[in-house]
DNA sequence: ACGACTTTGTTCAGGCGTTCACAAGCGGTT
DNA sequence: AACCGCTTGTGAACGCCTGAACAAAGTCGT
C-alpha cells in the first residue's frame, strides 16, 4: 500500500533527489552500504541540513545514529521520482546538439530511452546515431504515436522550435525538454523546462565583472584596509 | 564612471536580463523601434510586472507611456552584463558535447569565444572544431596564460572534472560552466554553474508522474527555471 | 543493562524572490 | 494650455526556500 505523501515536494527539492540518487548510485557501485547526510550532502555540493529535509519530503528513510541504507535510499529515490520504468522520448533537430544527446549514454541507464530521432534535412535522414536511424519530421505525429513517446527534447534552430513544440502536445506530449533559444507557449498542462547555454555563460560573465568591482578574496594577512566595495 | 550601480542584482534577475536581451536583439534586427513591458515579458516568458522590477535594478530605462527603445535598452542591458568585450573561453573534454559546444556559433555572437580547445585523446588532438585545433590538455596551463582565458567549460567525463577544475583555479579561471554530472569542489571567488541535463529529465519525468497520479500536487514552482547551482 | 555518542527528523527564524496593485510621469489630443 | 489614457517604476504583502539550532532515537561500548 502506497502511504500517504502528505507534503507536496518543491520542484527545487525535485532537482536535488535526481543528483541524490546519481550519488547513491555512484557509492552503491562502490559496494558502501551506508552513508551519513553530511558525507552525501558533501558529495551533491548542498548543505547536510537541506538533504534531510529534502529526504524528510519521502518520510523517514534513514536510521538515526547511523545514516541511510545506500541500497534502501536509491531504491526509494528512484521510486519518488517516477520508478524504473523506461521513459521513451523523442529528440527532434538531430544537428550537432541533437547528434551528442541522441550518443550519450548516460540517459538510458537513469531511463530515459530514445525511440525516435527526427530531423528535416535529407542529409541527416537515414544516418544512424546511437543506434537509432533518422527519421524525416514528417512522421513526427506516427512516431510519437507508435512510441507512447512521453517526453519530446527540442533541440532545433529557434525559428522552428515553437512549431515543432506544437505539433508535439498536438499528439499528446505533456513534457517538453527545450534547448532552442526562444520561449515556448504551451496549453496548460504540459511542462517545459529550458536549457539557455548562453544564458549560463552570461551570468557567468557577470559575475566575474562584478566581482572586479570589488576587492574579494586574496586574505589580508594584514587586518587593516581601508576600501571595501 | 563605475559608481552607478548603488543597488545589488539577483542572481536570479542576471539570468532573466541575459534572456530580455536576447529577445530585443532579435527585435532589433526586425526593426522595432519600441517595446511595451507586457509584450516583452510575453516574448521571455515571464510577468511583466517582474521583468519592469528586473530593469529597475539598472535604473529608470523606459519612457512612461510609451515603453521601452529597443537599442537603448539592449545597449543597457550589454553594458550591465559586461560589456561588448570579447570572453576568451576555453572548452576541456572535446567529445560529443564539447565538439557541438566548439562549433556553436550563438556564442561568439554574445562575445564568448573559444580561444582553446583541450583533449586528452590521441585521436582527438590536432583535430579541427571551429576553426580551432583540438590541442592536449597537458598545455592547459600555457594555453590559458597565452589566451588570458576567463571562463572554462567543462566537458570531459565525470571522473576526472574535478582534477581539471583544480588546474583550472590554479592558473586563474574563475569562472567555470560544467557539464560533467558531478558537484566540483571549488575556492571561495570562483564561480560555477552547472548543467546537468539528466535532471532537468528527471524532473519532467517526476512532474508528469504528478500528474497522473492522485491530484496531490506538486508545489507550486518557480516559474523560471534557470539552473543548477 | 545503562550511559554516552552519533545521526536523523523537525522546528524556527531569516532572506529572497515573485506577485499584485497603485501612484507618478509622459505623449497625444482637444 | 489642460485633460486623458497609457505605461513605467515602486512599495508592500505573500510564499518559498535556505540555513541553523534542537530534540528524538538508535547504536555502540562498558
Ligand atoms: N550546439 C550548441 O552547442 C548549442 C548551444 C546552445 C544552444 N543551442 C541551440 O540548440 C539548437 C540546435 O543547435 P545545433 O548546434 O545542434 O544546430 P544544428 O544546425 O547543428 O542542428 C539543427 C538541426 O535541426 C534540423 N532542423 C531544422 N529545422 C527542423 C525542423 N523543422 N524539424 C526538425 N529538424 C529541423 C536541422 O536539419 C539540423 O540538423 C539551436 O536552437 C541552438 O540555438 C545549441
Ligand atoms: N553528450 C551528452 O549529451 C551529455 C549529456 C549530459 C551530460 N554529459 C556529460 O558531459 C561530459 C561529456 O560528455 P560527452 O558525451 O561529450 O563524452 P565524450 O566521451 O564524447 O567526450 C569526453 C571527452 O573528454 C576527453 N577527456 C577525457 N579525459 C580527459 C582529460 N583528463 N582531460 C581532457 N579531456 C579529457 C575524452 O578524450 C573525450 O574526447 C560527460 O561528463 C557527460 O556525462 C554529456
Redesign the pocket.
Known sequence: MPQSRPRIIPEATVARLAVYLRVLAGLADGGRSHVSSGELASAAGVNPAGLRKDLSYLGPCGVRGVGYSVAGLRDRLTDALGGERSRPCVLIGIGRLGS??A??A?FASRGFEFVGLLDTDPAAVGRRVGGLPVRPVAELESVVAETQAAIGVITTPAEVAQSVCDRLVSVGVRSILNFAPVALTVPAGVDVRKVDLSVELQVLAFLDQQRHGTPPLVAPLRAAQGSAR
Chains 1, 2 share one sequence.
Open positions: 551528442a544527446l550518443d550519450y548516460g
